[in-house]
């Protein structure tokens, strides 16, 4: 048999100067490793804005959404698409395929906005816009700017073209987003009655605007001795020079702008603010770059912040309201410290079974070489330093020595055995390299199948696969080479060891002895272990249809966000008390250290009237005694007591799935053709929906009460005045539209010009009597004589999914309850509430879970299929792989069975601990099958004798390995640090199974390799 491990025995030089060099490149990599909180992916989606100020929802669904879905929709890779149209606004998300480059969507994107650029209305001044965003993305600093003695556009002014500009430019930050921003504008307010005196239409008031506020080039003038260049001073910079500027002249005198209209200093957009801990606030939220050191851009940022601070306006403050960083350098610091405290714990048990100091480091010297050389791996890749990452690490270190052991372990037998130690390991390392060989390569075969796992998280944890295969793997490398090169100098000798033979081992003795007896027993009753292996199976399939499923955990990130809805067509002011009582509540919590609230804008820009948000920043963990989702419990029903206004709050999700944006995590859409059916629809489940205990924050988009105004075109009138319908839309559009009619030019920034009728001319609809339409026939004309008026309400919001009008539902769950019982739920009340007409499903995060649960338990059966075939191969042999694997089924049980247990649930980390516990109990079928054919084959043994002897010999090894996995997956089972909560039902599902395995398989898979080996033995008979 060929001895892998001699060349390295034989040359110890050789074989420490290579693992110096990993160990040396692996540390170097280490601290060259980005960190972040997960890996970087990539996800392809694209959002396109267009704005049209003035236009109601259904205007802009109509005529600036369809058209520019039509156009979209022709693009190849598309997975979703929807639209969500309000008050002069427009937004379109696209998410594509994830084997779609994002490039070369953007590239389409921008070719269909300007096919479809000739079917939106010409009112549109700027073309609709489009940026790529990744959901798997939030913004790692918020900075908010207050200044009670500071004029709010001043503050803007620093904010944006000062510090936004100058962060922007720090290595590894993308963008810097505004919250609140109040960039000045001159509004003009216009008089209709007095323009309707002196005869001048809206229309010629706004071209006389744009004449006498001008900053054009007037070129160069050649003199005799040089050129001189023009400057013409036509540019106006205030509301004062507006108000004095003449627009025209009637009878010989001047008429002047405030003559019959009034210019104020004002800003872009009025109906919208942001505070800070109660006071108004400008906010920047700082995103990075998708493959940038999340803590060092953090670092970079705030090294600026001193120079930054001394440009502040007078009496200004800066505040950090929140630091992304701050979470992650703690759960990468406590996941360190989870790795270190696994480490110690695999340590003593390596001391406890191997009764020497030198034995231990031996052993352990696998973790440090194996897990550094991975960073080195990681470095190549290009992969980052994230929760994910070294959640792989933390698991790898209960099965990385596990090679080292058996090596070590075989080599002490024969040390034991008064075997002198040089040839001691090179017999035993000679005797366990196949078996190394087989752990090894089947054990990195379980994670293939994560590989090529589908959507967006087999793309997450792709990182996490590769990861884990590559520890495996050197750790196997690493016991073939360094660990018998260190056996066959530092074991202790025979002597030295008996001589310091503590308790523990007797202990063990004792047990072995034991199992023995208890083995032989079993082996002759075979039915007094099948019969519960059947059992166990049996309820193992039945576990896995009636656990709790969950998704991704929630982490205690320190964040959470708000959203509010107040009653379509309320008045701002009260919009604005609403919510600051709502924010004062919020404030008082004692687990709250910072609140941003903003009234009239969601993220990323403006929303709508009657929406507003919250970014909640809690205490330091220590400082409060409620985590995130029972801080968010009790504020819950704190907040219901504010009549008028809903509010919706969410710990913010690891990662953010699909393409809908909404107050709660989970969303359901409803499709369909005809409008009217799908209000009906809509409005009839959430009744039904609203009755389950289960469902939390229960909302839709629907919103059909927002107050509207149609005016009715008597058309023989309009005609017989000389007016146009579309001259009198144009007129109204002027006089309501809010209409960007010129701008302010200075040298660091441009500042718009904004006309509409004044707001005292508003306050009801008897004040459209006031106004007058210029007629070409002469005279001016009032409106409400070519036109009928009446009030009636309509909706705040119009949405698509598909290109098909949309109703989405959005809602929360206890953390107490399963998502899984949820979406039964909603999918039970669904088939019996919606017509035939109406189609129903789960988008984003929900979507994402019901197809992950579709996958998972395939990808498990991929697993063991991917195993057995492994097995196969390095065996040559179709019957003895079934017998490595029968351990399966009782992991798989004892994984199930603690997870309600400890209240956990089945989510992806405890699945990912299903997956490693495959990997994990298969080792002890291969020690024990391995020893057991080798002992046929060369001491000629009856298969009964040779697996009783594989089972007594590879004992201790078989023990030495669970016990360090358990000791290893104890740190994740605490779930103690930043994040720690989350993986908890990881660990638990890797103990339960672990424990339960042992317990039962040490007596099943010797039972089923002799049942094994009649069957082959048959199978050979007929074939001679």
Same mark, same amino acid.
């Given at each position: /048999?060929?001895?892998?491990s001699?060349p390295?025995?034989?040359?110890?030089?050789?074989?420490?100067?290579?693992?110096?060099?990993?160990?040396?490149?692996?540390?170097?990599?280490?601290?060259s490793?980005?960190?972040?909180?997960?890996?970087?992916?990539?996800?392809?989606?694209?959002?396109?804005?267009?704005k049209?100020?003035?236009?109601?929802?259904?205007?802009?669904?109509?005529?600036?959404?369809?058209?520019?879905?039509?156009?979209?929709?022709?693009?190849s890779?598309?997975?979703?698409?929807s639209?969500?149209?309000?008050?002069?606004?427009?937004?379109?998300?696209?998410?594509?395929?994830?084997?779609? %480059?994002?490039?070369?969507?953007?590239?389409?994107?921008?070719? #269909?906005?300007?096919?479809?650029?000739?079917?939106?209305?010409?009112?549109?001044?700027d073309?609709?816009?489009?940026?790529?965003?990744?959901?798997?993305?939030s913004?790692?600093l918020?900075?908010?700017f207050?200044?009670?003695?500071?004029?709010?556009?001043e503050?803007?002014?620093?904010a944006?073209n000062?510090?936004?500009?100058?962060?922007?430019?720090?290595?590894?930050?993308?963008?810097?987003?505004?919250?609140?921003?109040?960039q000045?504008?001159?509004?003009?307010?216009v008089?209709?009655?007095?323009?309707?005196?002196r005869?001048?239409?809206?229309?010629?008031?706004?071209k006389?605007?744009?004449?006498?506020?001008?900053?054009?080039?007037?070129?160069t003038?050649?003199?005799?001795?040089?050129?001189?260049?023009?400057?013409?001073?036509?540019?106006?910079?205030?509301?004062?020079?507006?108000? %004095?500027?003449i627009?025209?002249?009637?009878?010989?005198a001047?008429?002047?702008l405030?003559?019959?209209?009034?210019?104020?200093?004002?800003?872009?957009?009025?109906?919208?603010?942001?505070?800070y %801990?109660?006071?108004?606030?400008?906010?920047?939220?700082i995103?990075?770059?998708?493959?940038?050191?999340?803590?060092?851009?953090?670092?970079?940022?705030?090294?600026?912040?001193?120079?930054?601070?001394?440009?502040?306006?007078?009496?200004?403050?800066?505040?950090?309201?929140?630091?992304?960083?701050?979470?992650i350098?703690?759960?990468?610091?406590?996941?360190?410290?989870?790795?270190?405290?696994?480490?110690?714990?695999?340590?003593i048990?390596?001391?406890?079974?191997?009764?020497?100091?030198?034995s231990?480091?031996?052993?352990?010297?696998?973790?440090?070489?194996s897990?550094?050389?991975?960073?080195?791996?990681?470095?190549?890749?290009?992969?980052?330093?994230d929760?994910?990452?070294l959640m792989?690490?933390?698991?790898?270190?209960g099965?990385?020595?596990?090679?080292?052991?058996?090596?070590?372990?075989?080599?002490?037998?024969?040390?034991e055995?008064g075997?002198?130690?040089?040839? #001691?390991?090179?017999?035993?390392?000679?005797?366990?390299?196949?078996?190394?060989l087989?752990?090894t390569?089947?054990?990195?075969a379980?994670?293939?199948?994560?590989?090529?796992?589908g959507?967006?998280?087999?793309?997450?944890?792709?990182?996490?696969?590769?990861?884990?295969?590559?520890v495996?793997?050197?750790s196997?490398?690493?016991?073939?080479t360094?660990?018998?090169?260190?056996?066959?100098?530092?074991?202790?000798?025979?002597?030295?060891?008996?001589?310091?033979?503590?308790?523990?081992?007797?202990?063990?003795?004792?047990?072995?002895?034991?199992y023995?007896i208890?083995?032989?027993w079993?082996?002759?009753?075979?039915?007094?272990?099948?019969?519960p292996?059947l059992?166990?199976?049996?309820?193992?399939?039945?576990?896995?249809?009636?656990i709790?499923?969950?998704?991704?955990p929630?982490?205690?990130?320190g964040?959470?966000?708000?959203?509010t809805q107040?009653?379509?067509?309320?008045?701002?002011?009260?919009?604005?008390?609403?919510?600051?009582?709502?924010?004062?509540?919020?404030?008082?919590?004692?687990?709250?250290?910072?609140?941003?609230?903003s009234?009239?804008?969601?993220?990323?820009g403006v929303?709508?009237?009657?929406?507003g948000?919250?970014?909640?920043?809690?205490?330091?963990?220590?400082?409060?005694?409620?985590?995130?989702d029972?801080?968010?419990?009790?504020?819950r029903?704190?907040?219901?007591?504010?009549p008028?206004?809903?509010?919706?709050?969410?710990?913010?999700?690891?990662?953010?799935?699909?393409a809908?944006?909404?107050?709660?995590?989970?969303?359901?859409?409803?499709?369909?053709?005809?409008?009217?059916?799908?209000?009906?629809?809509?409005e009839?489940?959430?009744?039904?929906?609203?009755k389950?205990?289960?469902?939390?924050?229960?909302?839709?988009d629907?919103?059909?009460?927002?107050?509207?105004?149609?005016?009715?075109?008597?058309?023989d009138?309009?005609?017989?005045?000389?007016?146009?319908?579309?001259?009198?839309?144009?007129?109204?559009?002027?006089a309501?539209?809010?209409?960007?009619?010129?701008?302010?030019?200075?040298?660091?920034?441009?500042?718009?010009?904004?006309?509409?009728?004044?707001p005292?001319?508003?306050?009801?609809?008897?004040?459209?009597?006031?106004?007058?339409?210029?007629?070409?026939?002469?005279?001016?004309?009032?409106?409400?004589?070519?036109?009928r008026?009446?009030e009636?309400?309509?909706p705040?919001?119009?949405?698509?999914?598909?290109?098909?009008?949309?109703?989405?539902?959005?809602?929360?769950?206890?953390?107490?309850?399963?998502?899984?019982?949820?979406?039964?739920?909603?999918?039970?009340v669904a088939?019996?509430? +919606?017509?035939?007409?109406?189609?129903?499903s789960?988008?984003?995060?929900?979507?994402?879970?019901?197809?992950?649960?579709?996958?998972?338990?395939?990808?498990?059966?991929?697993s063991?299929l991917?195993?057995y075939?492994?097995?196969?191969?390095?065996?040559?042999?179709?019957?003895?792989?079934?017998?490595?694997?029968t351990?399966?089924?009782?992991?798989?049980?004892?994984?199930?069975?603690?997870?309600?247990?400890?209240?956990?649930?089945?989510?992806?980390?405890?699945?990912?601990?299903?997956?490693?516990?495959i990997? +994990?109990?298969?080792?002890?079928?291969?020690?024990?099958?391995?020893?057991?054919?080798?002992?046929?084959?060369?001491?000629?043994?009856?298969?009964?004798?040779?697996?009783?002897?594989?089972?007594?010999?590879?004992?201790?090894?078989?023990?030495?390995?669970?016990?360090?996995?358990?000791?290893?997956?104890?740190?994740?089972?605490?779930?103690?640090?930043?994040?720690?909560?989350s993986?908890?039902?990881?660990?638990i599902? /890797?103990?339960?199974?672990?424990?339960?395995?042992?317990?039962f398989?040490?007596f099943?898979?010797?039972?089923?390799?002799?049942?094994?080996?009649?069957?082959?033995n048959?199978?050979?008979?007929?074939?001679?």
């Open positions: /048999m060929i001895n892998l001699e390295f025995i034989k040359r110890p030089v050789a074989t420490t100067i290579c693992v110096m060099a990993i160990v040396l490149f692996g540390w170097i990599a280490f601290k490793l980005p960190i972040s909180e997960l890996p970087n992916v990539d996800f392809p989606t694209i959002v396109v804005s267009a049209l100020s003035g236009a109601d929802p259904e205007n802009m669904a109509s005529t600036v959404a369809t058209p520019l879905e039509k156009q979209l929709s022709s693009i890779g598309i997975d979703s698409m639209s969500v149209s309000t008050d002069g606004s427009t937004r379109i998300t696209i998410q594509f395929d994830l084997s779609r %480059n994002i490039d070369a969507a953007a590239q389409d994107v921008q070719t #269909a906005i300007s096919e479809a650029s000739s079917g939106l209305p010409k009112e549109m001044t073309q609709p816009t489009f940026w790529k965003i990744n959901p798997a993305d913004p790692i918020y900075l908010a207050s200044g009670e003695h500071v004029k709010m556009t503050l803007d002014d620093y944006e000062y510090v936004a500009e100058r962060l922007s430019m720090v290595n590894g930050v993308s963008e810097v987003d505004v919250y609140g921003p109040q000045y504008a001159v509004r003009i307010y008089n209709p009655t007095a323009l309707a005196l005869g001048i239409g809206l229309d010629v008031l706004s006389a605007i744009q004449e006498v506020n001008t900053n054009q080039p007037s070129g003038m050649q003199m005799s001795s040089r050129y001189h260049v023009l400057k013409t001073d036509g540019q106006l910079y205030n509301a004062a020079e507006f108000n %004095n500027a627009i025209t002249y009637q009878n010989n001047p008429v002047r405030k003559d019959v209209a009034t210019a104020i200093d004002s800003i872009q957009n009025d109906k919208a603010a942001t505070w %801990n109660g006071k108004r606030a400008i906010v920047l939220a995103s990075r770059q998708p493959d940038a050191n999340t803590v060092q851009v953090v670092q970079d940022i705030r090294a600026q912040l001193p120079t930054l601070l001394k440009q502040l306006p007078g009496g200004a403050k800066l505040f950090v309201t929140y630091d992304r960083s701050e979470f350098k703690a759960s990468i610091d406590d996941m360190e410290y989870t790795l270190l405290f696994a480490a110690l714990l695999v340590g048990v390596m001391y406890l079974f191997l009764n020497s100091f030198p231990m480091i031996i052993t352990l010297l696998a973790l440090p070489v897990v550094l050389g991975t960073f080195a791996v990681m470095y190549l890749a290009s992969y980052s330093l929760n994910l990452s792989g690490l933390v698991l790898a270190v099965f990385v020595i596990d090679d080292a052991v058996v090596v070590l372990e075989n080599i002490v037998r024969h040390l055995e075997i002198p130690r040089e040839l #001691a390991t090179l017999l035993g390392s000679s005797e366990i390299s196949f078996t190394i087989s752990m390569i089947s054990l990195i379980v994670f293939i199948p994560l590989l090529f796992m959507g967006m998280i087999g793309r997450l944890f792709h990182e996490f696969a590769v990861v884990v295969a590559t495996i793997f050197l196997g490398v690493v016991a073939l360094l660990t018998p090169m260190l056996c066959s100098r530092f074991l202790p000798t025979h002597a030295t060891h008996l001589e310091t033979k503590h308790r523990f081992l007797d202990f063990f003795d004792h047990c072995r002895v034991r023995e208890a083995l032989r079993v082996v002759d009753r075979p039915k007094f272990v099948f019969i292996a059992i166990t199976l049996l309820l193992t399939l039945g576990l896995f249809v009636w709790p499923k969950g998704f991704i929630s982490e205690d990130t964040l959470i966000r708000g959203a107040a009653p379509e067509g309320i008045p701002y002011p009260d919009f604005v008390q609403r919510q600051e009582k709502a924010a004062t509540i919020i404030q008082s919590n004692p687990n709250v250290e910072g609140v941003v609230s009234v009239g804008q969601g993220a990323g929303a709508n009237t009657t929406t948000r919250f970014t909640i920043r809690l205490k330091p963990a220590a400082q409060r005694s409620l985590d995130a029972q801080v968010i419990a009790q504020l029903r704190q907040l219901s007591q504010i008028g206004l809903k509010v919706y709050l969410q710990n913010p999700p690891m990662i953010s799935i699909g809908v944006a909404s107050p709660s995590n989970y969303q359901y859409v409803l499709q369909g053709m005809n409008w009217t059916d799908l209000i009906n629809a809509s009839k489940l959430q009744n039904e929906l609203q389950n205990k289960n469902i939390l924050d229960l909302n839709s629907l919103q059909l009460n927002n107050p509207e105004i149609d005016i009715h075109l008597l058309r009138q309009v005609a017989a005045v000389g007016l146009t319908p579309d001259g009198i839309e144009n007129f109204l559009y002027l309501y539209g809010a209409s960007e009619i010129s701008e302010i030019m200075t040298a660091d920034s441009q500042y718009q010009v904004i006309i509409e009728v004044d005292k001319y508003q306050a009801s609809l008897s004040d459209l009597n006031s106004l007058y339409i210029p007629s070409p026939n002469g005279g001016s004309v009032p409106l409400l004589s070519v036109a008026v009446s009636h309400a309509g705040l919001v119009v949405s698509h999914y598909g290109l098909l009008p949309s109703v989405t539902l959005s809602f929360d769950i206890p953390s107490s309850v399963s998502l899984s019982q949820v979406t039964n739920e909603i999918n039970a088939a019996k509430t +919606l017509p035939s007409d109406i189609s129903g789960f988008i984003g995060t929900a979507q994402s879970f019901q197809d992950t649960m579709k996958t998972l338990p395939l990808l498990l059966l991929v063991i991917v195993i075939m492994v097995l196969a191969i390095l065996y040559e042999d179709f019957i003895h792989p079934l017998t490595i694997l351990a399966l089924p009782f992991a798989l049980f004892g994984g199930l069975v603690v997870l309600p247990l400890f209240q956990q649930q089945l989510n992806l980390y405890s699945f990912i601990g299903l997956i490693v516990l990997g +994990l109990v298969k080792k002890n079928g291969i020690m024990m099958v391995d020893f057991a054919i080798e002992a046929q084959r060369n001491d000629k043994l009856s298969p009964k004798e040779a697996i009783i002897q594989a089972c007594m010999t590879r004992f201790r090894p078989i023990l030495m390995t669970t016990v360090a996995a358990i000791a290893a997956a104890i740190p994740i089972a605490i779930g103690l640090g930043a994040g720690g909560a993986r908890r039902s990881l660990g599902a /890797m103990i339960g199974g672990l424990l339960f395995s042992q317990l398989t040490l099943v898979t010797p039972l089923f390799y002799l049942v094994m080996e009649k069957v082959s048959k199978v050979r008979g007929q074939k001679h």
